[in-house]
C-alpha cells in the first residue's frame, strides 16, 4: 500500500515541474521553532525555511495583522496610496538609521537584485552611457532571474541560459585588490553579500567590502550590499554592513533585502539613501504586486517584534552559544571541524563530503539542516529560539553526526 508520502511523490510528479529535489517529509504545521508532519511527529526548524521564518512559525502577532490587513483591505494597484507601504517604508528607515532612505517595495529576493540593478544602471548611465557594468563576487548568490542570475557567481548556474550578456566581472570573494582592478569607469555598482549564504556561508573580509566601498567612490558607481540572507538581525546587527567582519561599519548605497522581511509571505525591498534614493522616476520601475498591504502589515509587524524583543542581541547570544557546541563538538567527535559564519548564520564544516548524508540522518533525528557545500552544513534558526531548543538542535546534530561517522567506519 502507498503511504502518505508516496502518494503526495507521485500527484507532485504528475502536476509539478520538476525544478526541486525535495527532502522525503511533508509538512502539515508548524509553530514557533517546530514543523509536524501528518502524522504528528514534530522537526526542529534549524534552518526556518531557508532564513525565513526568523520568528518562527505561525508567529501570532504576525497572524494577527495579517487577518486584520487581510479583512481591512488587500490591494489597490500601486496608482493608489497605501499606509501599510508607508508604515513599512518608515519603519525599514529607523532600523537603518538613516534619515533619508527611501524603500522600493517587490516580491522576492531576486526581484530586489533586479530593482537593485536597474537602478545602478540608471545611476551610472547618467554619468557615462557605458556605465551599465557590474562587479560581483565569486560564489555569491543574488536570484534566479537573468539579471540576479548574472550577477551569482556561480559559472554553471549560468551555462545552461547562455547567452546572459557581459556586463558583470566577477571576482574572489576574498580577494581585494581583483575587485580594486576590475571597478573602473564603465562600473555601475559593485554588488557583495556580507556574508555569502548560498556561497556556503562564506564570510566576505572586511578589506574587501572597504575595497568595494573605495573603488565606488573612485567612478562613482554605487555599492550594493545583497543582504537577502543576512539582514534583519540574522547575523547579530540588524544588518550585516553594520559590522562587517572587523565590527567596523561599511556603508552601502543601496541595500536587498527579502527572506525574513514577512516571516514567510513574499516581499522584497531594497532600501536606498543619498543620491541613490533618488533615481527613480515615475515609469522606471514597477510592480503590481509589490508593497501590497497585506505582506507590509505583516512586514510591520516582524520590525516590531524584533525591535521589542531584542531579537538582534539574541541572535548574536545564539550565535556565540552555537559556535560553543559546534567547537565542542569538533574537539570530542568524529567528522566536525569547525563552523563559519556570524550569528545565527553559520555552516559547520566536515572533514569529509557527508554533508548531504549528515542532513539525511538528521532529518530521520526530527532536525532541519541543509547541505550548503559537499562539507558543509548550514544552521539558520530562528532568532526566537530558546537556550533549551538550541541545545536539543545540537544534540540531535550530534546523533546525526555520530550516525553517518558509524556508517562510514
Ligand atoms: C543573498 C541572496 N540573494 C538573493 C536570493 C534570491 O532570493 P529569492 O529566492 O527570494 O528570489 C537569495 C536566495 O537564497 C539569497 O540568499
Known amino acids: 500500500m502507498m503511504d502518505d508520502l508516496d502518494h503526495v511523490r507521485v500527484r507532485e510528479a504528475a502536476t509539478l515541474m520538476h525544478t526541486y529535489g525535495r527532502q522525503p517529509v511533508a509538512f502539515v ?22 532564513a525565513v521564518t526568523a520568528l518562527g512559525h505561525a508567529h501570532p502577532e504576525v497572524a494577527e495583522a495579517v487577518a486584520a490587513q487581510a479583512s481591512t483591505l488587500v490591494h489597490t494597484s500601486n496608482l493608489y496610496f497605501t499606509r501599510p507601504q508607508i508604515d513599512l ?26 530593482a537593485a540593478l536597474k537602478l545602478a544602471r540608471l545611476h551610472g548611465r547618467r554619468r557615462d552611457p557605458d556605465a551599465v557594468h557590474v562587479v560581483a563576487l565569486e560564489g555569491g548568490f543574488h536570484g534566479r532571474t537573468l539579471g540576479a542570475l548574472k550577477a551569482t557567481g556561480n559559472p554553471a548556474k549560468h551555462r545552461p541560459f547562455e547567452p546572459l550578456g557581459d556586463w558583470v566581472t566577477h571576482v574572489a570573494h576574498n580577494d581585494a585588490d581583483a575587485l580594486r582592478a576590475a571597478v573602473d569607469e564603465r562600473t555601475s555598482a559593485v554588488l557583495v553579500e556580507v556574508v555569502q549564504g548560498e ?71 531594497i532600501v536606498a539613501h543619498g543620491e541613490a534614493a533618488k533615481v527613480f522616476e515615475p515609469g522606471d520601475h ?42 565542542a563538538l569538533a574537539v570530542a567527535g568524529p567528522l566536525v571541524t569547525g563552523h563559519r559564519g556570524r550569528g545565527l548564520l ?22 532541519i539542516v541543509n547541505a550548503v557545500a559537499p562539507d558543509a ?19 540531535r546534530f550530534a546523533t546525526a553526526v555520530d550516525a553517518v561517522a558509524h556508517e562510514a567506519s
Open 346 to 367: 553559520r555552516a559547520v564544516t566536515l572533514d569529509a563530503p557527508v554533508a548531504a548524508d549528515v542532513t539525511a540522518a538528521a532529518l530521520d533525528d526530527g532536525l
Open 89 to 114: 517604508a518608515e519603519g525599514l528607515a529607523n532600523t537603518f538609521g538613516w534619515s533619508d532612505a527611501r524603500s522600493f517595495f517587490c516580491n522576492s529576493g531576486a526581484e530586489a537584485n533586479e
Open 29 to 50: 504545521r508548524g509553530e514557533g521553532a517546530w514543523l509536524y508532519d501528518r502524522a504528528g511527529r514534530a522537526y526542529l526548524d534549524g534552518l526556518s525555511g531557508l
Open 286 to 327: 514597477a510592480t503590481t504586486f509589490g508593497g501590497g498591504p497585506v505582506v507590509c502589515a505583516a512586514a510591520l509587524a516582524v520590525l516590531g517584534i524584533i525591535d521589542r524583543d531584542g531579537l538582534v542581541d539574541r541572535a548574536a547570544t545564539l550565535g556565540d552559544r552555537l559556535a560553543e557546541r559546534v567547537d
Open 199 to 269: 556561497g556556503g556561508v562564506r564570510p566576505v573580509p572586511a578589506e574587501v567590502l572597504r575595497a568595494a566601498r573605495d573603488a565606488c567612490d573612485r567612478v562613482g558607481a554605487l555599492l550594493i550590499v545583497d543582504e537577502v540572507q543576512t539582514g534583519l538581525g540574522r547575523l547579530g546587527s540588524w544588518y550585516g554592513w553594520q559590522t562587517a567582519l572587523d565590527g567596523v561599519p561599511v556603508r552601502p548605497d543601496v541595500v536587498c533585502l527579502a527572506k525574513a522581511l514577512a516571516n514567510g509571505l513574499p516581499i522584497g525591498a
Open 377 to 395: 552544513v548550514r544552521f539558520a534558526p530562528p532568532l526566537t529560539l530558546t537556550d533549551d531548543e538550541l541545545d536539543e538542535m545540537l544534540a
